[in-house]
């Protein structure tokens, strides 16, 4: 499977590659690799050419218009590609008083970071290609780097309108980093681990376990990370580095054919990687509103040393489209968002950061802090699948704590001398 | 794992080692060698992420993460951020003299020798780990010692006080913990790097405010 975490006792691709097909070490390493990698450019490009449809057709719904209605079949289900097809054929143009290394690089910079958002995040249990006990902060740090494309292809179009669009992007980014990071840190806290998969799992069952409904703060939390969100990926309301009616066209105004259609993969790819991990820190990730396979007792989670089973695949498999469409839900809302509000000015998207966002994410962590530590009952509490101590502060667990810190293990060396040392003694 | 690891020949561990490294290099060097500012930061970008591989590589993801955020995510920016605000043509480049060249070698090669002969005393790094064919890419499982070191708590030296402990040298509090002595671990160090940079913080701000006002004045006045 893609679970390639070190702590699992599942099999990686690696090991499988290795084991069953008798391919030395670096190969196996550099064929798993490639594998993850594989699916998941397929995630992003394939996601891409999807949600553009979607754009297109939920634009043309909110403004009384059709939408494509003709290339492949009734719904215009193939308009993207024929539109990836125009942009292929379009010419490549640099500008003459571009900086052509950079200019040429920006977009491709944008896809990067995007893409590396995905190695992080896991799309069912253990479904990770690269299990990280930092995820959250993996994901966020790498997704920050997006900017850096948006400001070099500002910067070296040599453009007016692409520089402005640069600085304001860059403006807003930087900006609107603060209040999500702290949004992110609501669950963070109440889980206490910043490791998606287990974020996501103690989260299970009914759909009032899920972190958006322990406590009334990290409700409002959501909202305000669904918006920081929507700022750090470029959409509209927040779309000013590309505000057609002052910049033309912003910081992609020079850009054609397929270097253009890199930024839009791009991002597209962020907008369901932060609706993906909106999915997973408040709406359980692939844990469903109502738990099926709990119920009919197909378990998710992998139990060390036992076989591969079918019916844990399916469950898992159930749970991966769970997950997508919760990501993809979220999609839809930025889309219907942006078909739905005017832009903002850019000194209201700097107030709407550090005079509403930044306040009240920290005024609802050190509300929820309190709830969490009080123990105060709210919706979690009704159809609790897991016992309280294991969804809140777990970390406090005994057993868990035991084995998870290095406290006993590090003195291995010393330890394992004076067992020696007091053997010999006796 | 570990039976993988040591079946083969190839230490694809030391192959990505060198990759990063040689990015890491590459590109530092190109930040050197370059002259237009943009392309500079470009360059530490790449730099820095190659950096943070390196860590990531170590199974240190979350001093990688802080790598990525704080480096290339926050110092760069807002290099490139700055630079777009004060450029005065399009495409800034700067030009270094001989004398700066001079001065700028003997210090980054005193600087380069310092590191090589202390590398070099570390007893550690002259042979390669006996168990280095076993190694995976994850060897540190949590950054629990960073962060014990950071609050006060040297977990290296944890056994040394336990023994310490055993033989009546430091008494249990009435909580029935022991009390910590002599293990300060990186807590003043880090107290004075944050102090250092709120002076720094305070300085520059106060210097861009003097800088600024005076014409902002000027302009409120002509305006009445």
């Known amino acids: 499977m893609l679970g390639s975490g070190w702590k699992r006792t599942s099999p990686t691709v690696a090991e499988y590659f290795h084991s069953a097909w008798q391919l030395p070490t670096a190969l196996a390493y550099l064929l798993a690799a490639l594998i993850h990698c594989f699916l998941l450019i397929n995630v992003v490009a394939v996601g891409a050419l999807v949600f553009i449809w979607m754009e297109r057709k939920i634009s043309g719904r909110i403004q009384d218009r059709l939408g494509p209605t003709r290339v492949g079949g009734r719904f215009g289900w193939l308009q993207t590609l024929a539109d990836g097809v125009k942009l292929i054929a379009k010419e490549d143009i640099t500008p003459g008083g571009a ?40 994901i966020l740090a790498v997704m920050g780097l997006e900017v850096f494309g948006v400001i070099l292809a500002g910067y070296s179009s040599g453009s007016k309108w692409s520089l402005f669009g640069g600085m304001r992007e860059s403006a807003q980014v930087v900006s609107y980093e603060v209040p ?29 376990n899920w972190l958006i409904f322990h406590d009334p703060f990290t409700f409002i939390v959501f909202w305000v990370y669904f918006t920081c969100a929507t700022a750090s990926v470029n959409r509209a309301p927040f779309d000013l580095a590309e505000a057609e009616s002052e910049l ?30 909106a999915a997973i820190l408040f709406f359980g990730g692939w844990h469903g509103p109502i738990p099926i396979f709990q119920i009919i007792g197909w378990s998710y989670e992998h139990v060390p040393g036992e076989a591969w089973q079918l019916t844990g695949y399916l469950a898992n498999l159930a749970g991966c489209l769970n997950f997508v469409l919760k990501a993809v839900v979220g999609v839809s809302v930025m889309m219907w968002i942006r078909w739905t509000l005017p832009r903002l000015r850019i000194d209201q998207v700097m107030t709407t950061c550090w005079k509403y966002c930044v306040p009240i994410s920290a005024g609802c962590f050190v509300l929820a802090a309190i709830w969490t530590v009080m123990d105060i009952p709210f919706a979690n ?43 010999g003694a006796r | 794992m570990m039976s993988l690891l040591a079946a083969t020949a190839i230490n694809w561990h030391s192959i990505f080692f060198l990759l990063f490294a040689l990015v890491a290099c590459f590109f530092a060097l190109a930040v050197l060698f370059t002259s237009n500012i943009v392309r500079m930061a470009f360059y530490l970008i790449l730099s820095l992420g190659a ?39 399009s495409f800034i480049s700067m030009k270094t003299k001989g004398g700066d060249w001079i001065l700028a070698a003997a210090a980054g090669g005193t600087m380069l020798v310092l590191l090589i002969s202390i590398a070099f005393r570390v007893e550690d790094w002259r042979a390669g780990r006996p168990d280095g064919d076993q190694l995976t890419a994850a060897d540190v499982e949590d950054t629990t010692r960073i962060g014990a070191a950071f609050i006060g708590v040297r977990t290296d ?68």
């Open chain 2, 157 to 224: 030296k944890l056994d040394v006080y336990d023994d310490a402990a055993k033989d009546g040298e430091s008494e249990p509090d009435a909580a029935g913990q022991l009390t910590l002595q002599g293990m300060s671990g990186y807590l003043l160090p880090f107290e004075i790097v944050s102090i250092h940079l709120l002076v720094v913080l305070i300085g520059a701000a106060y210097l861009a405010r003097a800088k600024k006002r005076a014409p902002a004045r000027s302009a409120s006045t002509t305006q009445r």
């Open chain 1, 99 to 138: 900086d052509a290394m950079l200019f040429k690089l920006a977009p491709y910079i944008s896809f990067a970071a995007s893409y590396a958002a995905y190695l992080a995040l896991p799309f069912a249990d253990g479904w990770v290609a690269q299990y990280l006990s930092v995820a959250v902060f993996f």
């Open chain 2, 51 to 89: 950096t943070a591989g390196l860590f990531f590589l170590a199974g240190a993801a979350f001093v990688g993460a802080m790598q990525l955020m704080i480096y290339v995510g926050g110092t760069l920016v807002l290099l490139v951020f700055g630079v777009m605000l004060t450029a005065q043509q």
């Open chain 1, 180 to 208: 999500m990071a702290m949004c992110v840190l609501l669950p963070v806290m109440i889980v206490g681990s910043m490791d998606l998969v287990k974020i996501a799992n103690v989260q299970a069952g009914l759909l009032t």
């Open chain 1, 381 to 423: 509490d009704i159809a609790p699948a897991k016992p309280r101590y294991a969804v809140r502060e777990f970390w406090l667990e005994q057993e868990n704590r035991a084995a998870a810190t290095e406290f006993s293990r590090i003195q291995l060396p010393v330890a394992a001398n004076r067992t020696a040392a007091e053997g």
């Open chain 1, 248 to 277: 033309v066209a912003g910081f992609h105004m020079e850009y054609s054919g397929l270097r253009w259609s890199i930024f839009f993969m791009a991002e597209y790819g962020s907008m369901f990687a932060v609706s993906g991990l």
